[in-house]
């Protein structure tokens, strides 16, 4: 089958996966995956590098790795040590997912700043781009972004876009990709549809936020890679494309912004 399908962003270190971890992998393949992102960090920040092991073992695979900001309020000293060697992993080609979450508000605001800033230095040092949390937060994010990382040029993902045509713009502006995932198919998402028809072409990618956001038709199921297909048929529908065409975007999108070959 040929390949054409991105997931730009999959917790497969998840314990929902664990019974059957690559049996989920390999229905991704099947269904025409072509590279998948594996986020590590989602059990906090002593497994700030628990996707890599899984990317190891598939070479279409890669990792991120770092401390969520659900997370943060757990970060020590030597977890940042953790992530200046992780990042140094061959299979590693981003730090993340990081950012600010203050729908929630697990960890105090003022120390998920503190733990972003941190992470964005271990990223300069290593000079890789970085993939972006944020739920209602976009005033601070910003600040910081713009503080701490845009005269870097290293650029990120937005991972699982939630915000307004002006947050991506903004974003757009300072070397930043889109990124959309299930919630592109819920049936009230007309104001994120509507973000996702003026975001250049060259700048969008597709994911699943696995095991969350399933697509329509699998809402309220665990969801899983291979249903990134649903994203991207819902992408191409807008722009009026074919799901092939959509989907060989975001590869290339991807492919060019890390630089694989």
């Not at 399908?5 to 996966?17: R, W």
């Not at 497994?47 to 990792?63: C, G, M, N, Q, R």
């Amino acid at each position: 089958m040929d390949k054409f399908l991105l997931d730009s962003h999959a917790h497969l270190d998840d314990g929902t996966f664990d019974a059957d971890r690559e049996a989920v992998i390999e229905r991704a393949r099947d269904a025409g995956l072509r590279y998948m992102l594996a986020i590590s960090g989602g059990r906090g920040p002593d497994d700030l590098a628990s996707a890599v092991p899984i990317a190891e073992k598939h070479d279409w695979i890669y990792a991120t790795v770092g401390i969520h900001p659900h997370e943060a309020q757990k970060a020590a000293e030597h977890h940042f040590e953790q992530l200046r060697g992780a990042v140094r992993d061959p299979k590693v080609i981003g730090v993340g997912e990081i950012g600010l979450d203050y729908r929630y508000e697990h960890s105090p605001r003022a120390v998920q700043r503190s733990v972003l800033i941190r992470q964005l230095e271990v990223a300069q040092e290593i000079k890789l781009p970085i993939v972006v949390h944020c739920r209602e937060s976009w005033d601070d994010l910003r600040e910081l972004i713009r503080e701490h990382w845009q005269s870097y040029g290293l650029g990120g993902i937005l991972h699982c876009f939630s915000g307004t045509r002006e947050d991506a713009f903004n974003f757009l502006d300072w070397g930043f990709l889109i990124s959309f995932a299930g919630n592109l198919t819920y049936k009230k998402a007309d104001d994120l549809r509507a973000v996702a028809c003026a975001i250049p072409l060259g700048r969008l990618l597709t994911e699943t936020d696995s095991p969350y956001l399933a697509p329509v038709p699998y809402r309220g199921k665990r969801n899983e890679p291979a249903y990134v297909r649903e994203v991207t048929h819902a992408l191409a529908a807008l722009r009026d494309l074919s799901e092939e065409e959509m989907g060989r975007q975001a590869l290339e999108n991807f492919q060019r912004f890390f630089r694989l070959s």
